[in-house]
Nanobody
Framework: QVQLVESGGGSVQFGGSLRLSCAASGFTLDYYHVGWFRQAPGKEREGVSC????????YYADSVKGRFTISRDIAKNTVYLQMNSLRPEDTAVYYC????????????????WGQGTQVIVSS
């Protein structure tokens, strides 16, 4: 059974950092493209960062470039999202998702999803 579990969310102040984890069970995460998405209240879910399965090519939304870093730990079957210089507009529920052949870092291209972890950034 494919299962993704996010963790690492919480409340931080402006300029703080958090590291989100996406742990997989029931399958080998390295075979899949993995994406981090977020949804703020009243807004659509957006792609934050994605990493490919073979060469680990990465994508970042313009709003997080230079502040967020996506990475894999193959041994732990986990993907991370290191978030630095956090801003109030980063406040959202963050989800990880996987797919075999997504065409883009958008939610409609990803099949399996975790339950999400809340991130709150105060000013």
């Amino acid at each position: 059974q494919v299962q993704l579990v996010e963790s690492g969310g919480g409340s931080v102040q402006f300029g703080g950092s958090l590291r989100l984890s996406c742990a997989a069970s029931g399958f080998t995460l390295d075979y899949y493209h993995v994406g981090w998405f977020r949804q703020a209240p009243g807004k659509e879910r957006e792609g934050v960062s994605c990493i490919s399965n073979r060469d680990s090519t990465t994508y970042y939304a313009d709003s997080v470039k230079g502040r967020f870093t996506i990475s894999r730990d193959i041994a732990k079957n986990t993907v991370y999202l290191q978030m630095n210089s956090l801003r109030p507009e980063d406040t959202a529920v963050y989800y990880c998702a996987v797919d075999e052949v997504p065409r883009a870092c958008v939610q409609d291209e990803y099949e399996y999803w975790g339950q999400g972890t809340q991130v709150i950034v105060s000013s």
